[in-house]
């Protein structure tokens, strides 16, 4: 379990450090030489920061731990079976320790600039209302983030699904967490991850942190949704054959290998 666990971390934190990190330092950077011109990344640059982190590091550590690095994936993959009972808390501890080592690590860097403010700067925290980047209220936030967490989940579930192609799936989910960031980060900075948003609240002031009950909420409640439903909407048709024949015969040996016994 311990080596689980430091994959989680370590996987928590580069995707924060990434993701985070580029919003932070090159969404906006203006020219040295005219102050009008913008030569950051912008918001689309930061979806591709999460986006390629997450693929990173999934194939990096992803076949130790699995490569959660959320505590919603967490929670959706152990509703959908696929993670044992004892390894959610232990999970969920790991990735917000990773998330939150990654937002210190990045405080000290963003310190060392003259004028810096992470207070006023927002420090990539996510928010409805004032702190939401374009003004959207806590009920459209509320609603993006489930709504957006669970196709997250749907697609990490199908990707990683036995049916899937095999190999692939780190390019799916690092796909779907890019488009995830350009359609939200407008509306609530984007967050479907409580790790991710609980790692750079800490610095970003009162008003963050109070605000930082919805990004854990709604994304836990996003992915229980995918968690509960997968098996129902997509069941493997193969399971319903080895059920029927586990009921009218006694099974052969190839069947007895299929079920994995």
Not at 112 to 131: C, R, T
Not at 182 to 193: E, F, G, H, K, R
Not at 235 to 248: K, Q, R
Request: glycine share 12%; aromatic share 8%; proline share 5%.
């Amino acid at each position: 379990m311990s080596s689980r666990l430091a994959a989680e971390l370590l996987g928590t934190f580069v995707l924060v450090f990434g993701g985070c990190g580029t919003a932070i330092f090159a969404a906006s950077v203006l020219s040295p030489d005219n102050e009008n011109v913008n030569m950051g990344v912008g918001f689309v640059g930061v979806a591709l920061a999460f986006g390629l982190t997450v693929l990173t590091m999934a194939y990096a550590v992803g076949h130790i731990s699995g490569g959660h690095f959320n505590p919603a994936v967490t929670l959706g993959a152990f509703l959908a079976r696929r993670v044992e009972a004892k390894a959610v808390l232990p999970y969920m501890v790991a990735q917000i320790a990773g998330a939150s080592l990654a937002g210190l690590v990045l405080f000290v860097i963003a310190s060392g600039k003259e004028g810096f403010d992470a207070v006023g700067s927002g420090f990539a925290s996510n928010g409805y209302g004032a702190l939401s980047p374009d003004g959207y209220s806590l009920a459209a936030v509320l609603v993006t983030e489930v709504v957006l967490t669970a196709i997250f989940l749907f697609v990490i579930l199908g990707a990683t699904d036995a049916r899937a192609p095999q190999g692939f799936a780190p390019i799916a989910i690092g796909l779907a967490l890019t488009l995830i960031h350009l359609v939200s980060i407008p509306v609530s900075n984007t967050s479907v991850n409580p790790a991710r948003s609980l790692g750079v609240a800490w610095f970003a002031g009162p008003e963050a942190l109070a605000q930082v009950w919805a990004f854990l909420v709604a994304p836990l409640v996003g992915a229980a949704i995918a968690g509960l439903t997968y098996k129902a909407l997509f069941p493997d048709v193969s399971d319903h054959v080895l059920e029927e024949i586990g009921e009218n015969a006694a099974p052969s040996p190839a069947d007895t290998v299929r079920r994995g016994a």
